[in-house]
């Protein structure tokens, strides 16, 4: 029998809590309810009012894997929805704003992903994001050295950044920004890719062609788009074993020397934020917003 949970209020059905999700670990579906659930205080400040695009992945990391951004069906009345403007015309999305929410979401067994901008001012960033993904034989440990001369960069520019790991092999670097167009964005994330291209030639490459990859480090630009989302802070990825895009301290990146330095699962999370509290607390701080550098890079 699916057992019944009432959270804040709401009766949810969350099923096949004993069924193994990764079985490099044997994490199961009820160790990934708990996870979200005690992450749910800083998880939820940064899907809060933002449409979720969810991966999921119901049989684990090796099962079936598919994006699903319209409002499944049987979804609850009493979750929140938003407009979003797509190419095609307007869709319907989840919101993920409270707990109950989360948990009837993450009993779907997913990946969040979510836009630059709020649910209200639709292709309006209020963050810049640059996704650092290694071509092997590169790993986090070139991203990191790119990401320090980013981050000198950014900061040269007036911004404040902080750091995240994906969950997955790279390393996110997000600023917070006062409201600005994501074209906009996308554009000076653009010139910064180049640039940075230009000052470490042998480190970084900003377009996306495979051939172009290996053993670089290819600063994805594109996330900034209206129509692109990013790992959210704090969510579990598909990966073989039970990986977390988990927020990082400049020292952290300062010191990788080895991969594994910088893979962090879920177990690791609650000690984490015990010790050092949500260290991308500040990308939801209007007080740390900056404008867009009027004269972005060449």
Known sequence: MTPITEVE????????????????????????????????????????????????????P?????????????????????????????????????????????????????????????????????????????????????????????????????????????????????PTPSDDVTAYAKGLAKDAERALPALVVHRMARNLRPGKVFVDFSQNAAAKTTATPYTLRARPEPTVSTPVTWEEVEQCGAPEQLVFRAADIAPRLQRYGDLLGPLINANRARPLPRSGPS
């Open 9 to 60: 209020g709401r009766r949810l059905a969350l099923s096949n809590l004993e069924k193994v999700l990764y079985p490099a670990t044997g994490f199961t579906k009820g160790e990934m309810l708990h996870y979200y659930a005690s992450t749910a205080g800083s998880l939820l400040a940064h899907l809060y009012n933002r449409p979720v695009s969810f991966l999921r992945f119901p049989d684990g």
């Open 62 to 178: 090796d099962g079936q894997r598919f994006f699903a951004k319209n409002v499944p069906p049987g979804t609850p009345s009493w979750v929140r929805t938003a407009d979003v403007p797509r190419s095609d015309g307007n869709a319907r999305q989840i919101v993920v704003n409270d707990l109950a929410t989360l948990m009837w979401a993450a009993n779907l067994v997913t990946e969040f992903h979510t836009p630059q901008w709020q649910a209200d001012t639709p292709a309006v960033a209020d963050r810049l994001v640059l996704d650092l993904d290694p071509g092997a034989p590169a790993t986090v440990v070139e991203c990191c050295r790119a990401g320090l001369w980013l981050r000198d960069r950014l900061r040269a520019d007036g911004l404040y950044v902080y750091a995240k790991t994906s969950g997955s092999k790279g390393l996110h670097l997000l600023c917070p920004l006062e």
